[in-house]
């Protein structure tokens, strides 16, 4: 029971929650949503994140709604389960020392709602229509309305739920959190490369399931077999911005197992997606011909590399040595991919200010960074940090 309210006369926590959408209606689309509950003096109560199923129609409004009913529901199960009226109890702790005999005053409590999305607090001061976020409007109404009642009809006491819109640049922590798990998020499918570029490794050099390759040279040429075929689908679904990382590892990993058609398709999808990439030590558009040819000799295409040596002779200008150009490529390969996003994360968390918030997000993270599958179920269910100054609790 939540009987404590009642001893004090004024309580408020402050709500600050935050969506964010990485990649929109791509295949590598990533959203997450974060939510942040603290005390009138800004010390943290408890912080939330969880991943958001990337459907075509995501919008960021559904995200920032859905940062906001991820801490509308911590408040709600917090005050079903008796932490809120101790919440508020510390929050007035020193403010109140003298109100002990206070019972029977009539208590109001408030819940102070900040958000960076205008177009949510709009709504739910009355003062925009919510049309495409009506459903999400209604849960967030729903929860408030539940956190109201319970509260009235348990305890007698009224809660006031404000709103009110922030900066961006004032709502740093939510928005690092949502980047922090989408970041997770991304690293998962990068661990799933990972693991599908060791699997293919371990296949390629057991010689009781290798592929023959066709004697017939035109075969040979339509031959798309490799154990690295997981691997170079999985790769399709990593950001863009490290799927230049994946490919090199991919491309070490086919020369190593001496897998032509690996790297044959590994050079192919640079090539492709030459424009898209960014490389300051190497040309990518150079570096996918140079596969594609190094490939074709590999399955001893002599015809065929003859012919894509001269459609690609300006292409192959600066490259005097195919194999050369493509060992410099590789040889760059980062041991462990997940090392590039464990970087981004300590970047964000650097973005914090308050030293105090950077321990929890760290203290945070070290429930995100689990084992892939612990993970999947975390994000999606939602992962927080408490951390209550109350004793017997």
């Known amino acids: 029971m939540i009987s404590s309210i009642i001893l004090v006369s004024i309580a408020a926590i402050?709500?600050?929650f935050d969506g964010s959408l990485r990649g929109a209606n791509t295949p590598t689309t990533v959203a997450s949503c974060a939510s942040a509950l603290l005390g009138n003096n800004g010390r943290l109560i408890a912080i939330g994140g969880r991943s958001i199923s990337p459907l075509p129609s995501l919008s960021s409004g559904e995200t920032e709604y859905d940062g906001l009913i991820l801490g509308l529901e911590w408040v709600h199960q917090s005050a079903t389960c008796g932490k809120l009226d101790r919440i508020w109890e510390e929050e007035n702790r020193g403010d109140d020392d003298d109100d002990d005999d206070?019972?029977?005053s009539s208590a109001t409590s408030t819940v102070h709602v900040l958000g960076d999305c205008k177009t949510v607090i709009d709504h739910l001061n009355g003062v925009a229509t919510p049309r495409k976020l009506k459903r999400k409007y209604d849960r967030a109404v729903s929860l408030i309305d539940k956190i109201k009642?319970?509260?009235q009809e348990t305890l007698g006491n009224n809660i006031s739920v404000t709103f009110e819109h922030v900066p961006r640049e004032n709502n740093v922590l939510c928005d690092a959190l949502c980047s922090i798990v989408m970041s997770c998020q991304q690293n998962l499918s990068l661990c799933e490369v990972e693991y599908a570029i060791t699997e293919g490794r371990l296949k390629s050099a057991d010689?009781?399931?290798?592929?023959?390759?066709p004697t017939s040279k035109k075969s040979r040429y339509k031959f798309r077999k490799t154990h690295f075929s997981h691997a170079v689908s999985r790769a399709d679904n990593v950001p863009?911005?490290?799927r230049l990382d994946v490919w090199r590892k991919l491309a070490q990993a086919a020369?190593?197992?001496g897998d032509a058609v690996a790297l044959r398709v590994v050079g192919e999808k640079i090539r492709a997606k030459s424009n898209e990439l960014s490389s300051d030590t190497i040309d990518l558009s150079t570096l996918g011909v140079a596969m594609e040819i190094h490939a074709l000799r590999m399955l001893s295409l002599n015809k065929e590399v003859e012919q894509s040596e001269c459609r690609y002779k300006q292409v192959l200008r600066f490259c005097d040595s195919v194999e050369d150009y493509i060992l410099g490529f590789v040889?760059?390969?980062?041991e462990n991919l997940s090392e590039i996003t464990d970087s981004r994360i300590s970047m964000t968390?650097?973005?914090i200010e308050d030293t105090e918030w950077r321990e929890w997000i760290r203290d945070w993270c070290s429930g995100l960074q689990s084992e892939p599958a612990s993970l999947v179920d975390g994000l999606e269910s939602g992962v927080w940090n408490e951390r209550l100054h109350f004793e017997n609790f």
């Not at 040889?331 to 980062?334: E, F, G, I, L, Q």
């Open 149 to 151: 009642a319970y509260a």
């Open 349 to 351: 968390t650097s973005r």
């Open 331 to 334: 040889a760059n390969a980062n």
């Open 14 to 16: 402050i709500l600050r």
């Open 255 to 257: 020369l190593e197992s």
């Open 102 to 104: 206070s019972e029977t």
């Open 240 to 242: 863009i911005d490290k």
């Open 207 to 213: 010689s009781r399931i290798k592929f023959g390759l």
